[in-house]
């Protein structure tokens, strides 16, 4: 299916750029980027934008090649100037997959520091242009929703300056410490939703006071979320992880594009043209930093007075103009609703709850997980099955020992 290009360039991409995209998609199964594994065999780019990448599979049959293949898809796709990407598919052979295998095996062992974000979880950051589009509660309502269809869910509250995840949560209480191996890393407070879960990290959680004033400079910001990216718990299960980008496009979302290449960008904008201008930078942001936007969200789209009325009182068109401007889909539309700031201020995700807010952002959590950032398949994996090969063996042999009379009292 042909990809719609920015409008706003249309010169053809370096193929060096695009090999630098390529190392956000990482193969779930074994833990790096498809790059370093060797799976790129070619990367061609046409007169015409189109691009030809060729991968080489572990194996032809390889459960992953859907997902590997949509993520090759939309990180090419979202480049102006691309206008078609085609994969062409070959197989390793017998020494290069065990070439591959070493090198996952080796990178899991020299970079365990790199972030505690297991390979399977679809990490997803939010942002926007400027403050006040609503980004924080956007988070916390998709993370509410997500997690009510069964999903565990991380919310990193990476606006350390303004932190406002706890308090929307209903979360409080500082953060746990656990002991792995020969260092002690956080554990995120929790909030159980229906048959799923909602792991939260803030700073929130380490000051005395909600009140507090953070008076931090770039520097140890970025740091800061660096600890929360590294040193905290958040689990090998975990199906999302959502980060609450501080506004703008300053260092802490240059460190956190830096930590996660792997990560997929979602723009906050409100109907207001203003919004929508500077929210092109985080577009731009994300770009540069080889990240796919998948999508926007626009927020406070309108109201609608008991009477039935309904007022745009903050314009119209913003978050469509926004995602034709980016060339990436509009994933939902949440109208202005008094619901969505008192159940913020009481701890209660209006994402929870019934009418029109709900609603949108119950439907919004269902595109991001069929459409714009669906969750790995892992069930055929050949890692997963050798797994469970092993352990059932294991387990075989236990009980064959449990089986065997005890020499001692024959």
């Known amino acids: 299916m042909p990809v719609v290009p920015s409008a706003a360039d249309a010169t053809l991409p370096e193929q060096q750029d695009l090999l630098r995209l390529l190392r956000g998609v990482v193969d779930p199964e074994l833990g790096s980027d498809i790059v370093d594994l060797g799976m790129v065999r070619a990367v061609e780019v046409g007169p015409d934008g189109a691009v030809v990448v060729t991968i080489a599979l572990t194996t032809s049959g390889c459960p992953l090649r859907a997902q590997i293949q949509r993520d090759i898809r939309s990180r090419i796709g979202s480049v102006p100037g691309v206008t078609d990407v ?16 070493g090198k996952a095996r080796w990178n899991v062992a020299q970079r365990p520091e790199d972030t505690a974000v297991g390979p ?10 400027k403050g006040g589009v609503g980004k924080s509660s956007v988070t916390v309502n998709l993370a509410a929703a997500l997690a009510a269809r069964g999903m565990k869910v991380g919310v990193l509250d990476a606006d350390v300056w303004g932190f ?3 308090r929307m949560l209903g979360l409080s209480g500082r953060l746990a410490g656990q002991q792995q191996g020969e260092r002690t890393v956080m554990v995120p407070n929790e909030r159980a939703v229906g048959d799923g879960v909602v792991r939260v990290v803030s700073m929130g959680f380490l000051v005395e006071d909600e009140e507090t004033a953070l008076m931090w400079r770039g520097l140890m910001l970025n740091r800061g979320v660096q600890h929360f990216l590294q040193d905290v718990a958040w ?3 975990l199906d999302y992880l959502l980060i609450d980008m501080p506004p703008g496009t300053g260092d802490v979302a240059m460190g956190v594009a830096k930590l996660l290449p792997r990560a997929e960008v979602v723009i906050v904008t409100t109907p207001a043209v203003a ?27 309108a109201f609608t007075c008991e009477h039935g009325e309904t007022y745009s ?3 119209v068109g913003g978050g469509q103009t926004l995602a034709d401007d980016a060339g990436v889909p509009l994933l939902g539309q949440v109208p202005l609703e008094p619901s969505v700031s008192i159940g913020g201020d009481a701890g209660h995700p209006v994402a929870l709850g019934d009418g029109p807010a709900a609603e949108a952002f119950r439907a919004i959590a269902a595109r991001i997980v069929e459409e714009a950032v669906p969750p790995p398949e892992m069930a055929g994996c050949t890692a997963r099955m050798l797994d469970a090969a ?3 063996l294991d387990a075989a042999d236990e009980a064959e020992q449990d089986r065997q009379p005890d020499p001692s009292t024959a």
């Open 275 to 301: 919004a929508q201008k500077v929210a092109v930078r985080a577009v731009g942001m994300a770009r540069k930093s080889y990240l796919r936007v998948a999508g926007v969200i626009e927020n406070m789209s």
């Open 235 to 237: 689990g090998d299960d």
């Open 120 to 129: 399977t979880t679809r990490v997803v950051m939010v942002a926007s242009g």
């Open 390 to 392: 092993v352990a059932a």
């Open 313 to 315: 009182l903050f314009g």
């Open 86 to 101: 085609r994969l062409s598919w070959t197989e390793m052979t017998a020494a290069e997959r065990s070439s591959a295998m």
């Open 164 to 166: 406002s995840v706890p």
